[in-house]
């Protein structure tokens, strides 16, 4: 089945620095399946970030950007300078753009950044 | 933005017991799904519907599991009875077309005794 990997656990990151979490898919039903970010902000629910369904383009949002590598089956999440607001946790995920039964999303398991002021 | 809400946050329930989880979606959506995430794993696609019926699900959605949305009230996702194994944390989303964004709600922690 469809599987995707991500940084696992927390990442510490003080702010104004740099953030790379990686993510690599694994689409066996798909050859090009919808790529996304998810944030949970504490308190809140589950929110798109950014989303990238054409191999090759960048997505970005909020001073985050992915890129949807398909060479390499990989949508690594970077910002240049985070802030404490970025504490959360990010979730990658895939999605089959075929699919016609609405939207079923396949999840990593999430990685908790934590900003230090 | 557009809210998805999940009363309650948190439910404790004997094993055996029937449990529904309720689930306001976005007003104008159309399609809707239920995820289902155990501490430390992936949160995992159940089963997502349109037009009052199920589209899809998966492998984890048992027998003992269904879902309705009532006279487009609340959508919502019944155990009956209930496991062990359905400790878990239960994420309700809502999405205006197939293909559109889908918004979650904050999820329902449910602790089977």
């Known amino acids: 089945g469809d599987s995707v990997t991500q940084t696992e656990g927390q990442v510490t990151v003080s702010e104004s620095k740099s953030l790379i979490i990686n993510c690599t898919y694994s689409a066996t039903s798909i050859a090009y399946p919808n790529l996304f970010w998810y944030v949970r902000y504490p308190g809140e629910g589950l929110q798109l970030l950014l989303k990238v369904i054409t191999a090759g383009q960048k997505g970005s949002s909020r001073g985050f950007e992915a890129t949807y590598n398909k060479e390499t089956t990989s949508f690594h999440l970077q910002k240049a300078s985070v802030q404490e607001s970025d504490s959360a946790v990010y979730y990658c995920a895939l999605s089959d753009r075929a699919n016609s039964a609405g939207n079923k999303l396949t999840f990593g398991i999430g990685t908790r950044v934590l900003v230090r002021p | 933005g557009p809210k998805v809400l999940q009363i309650p946050s948190h439910q404790i329930i004997d094993m055996g017991q029937m449990v529904t989880l309720n689930c306001d979606p976005v007003?104008?959506?159309?399609?809707f799904y239920w995820y289902k995430q155990i501490l430390g794993q992936q949160m995992e696609f159940l089963v997502n519907f349109y037009n009052g019926k199920v589209m899809e699900k998966s492998k984890l959605f048992k027998d003992q599991f269904s879902v309705e949305r009532p006279d487009g009230s609340y959508f919502t996702l019944k155990i009956q009875p209930t496991a062990l194994e359905d400790s878990a944390v239960y994420f309700c989303?809502?999405?205006?077309?197939?293909?559109?964004?889908?918004?979650f709600g904050s999820g329902t922690r449910l602790t089977v005794l």
């Open positions: 989303a809502s999405s205006l077309g197939g293909a559109e964004t889908l918004y």
């Open positions: 007003s104008n959506h159309l399609y």
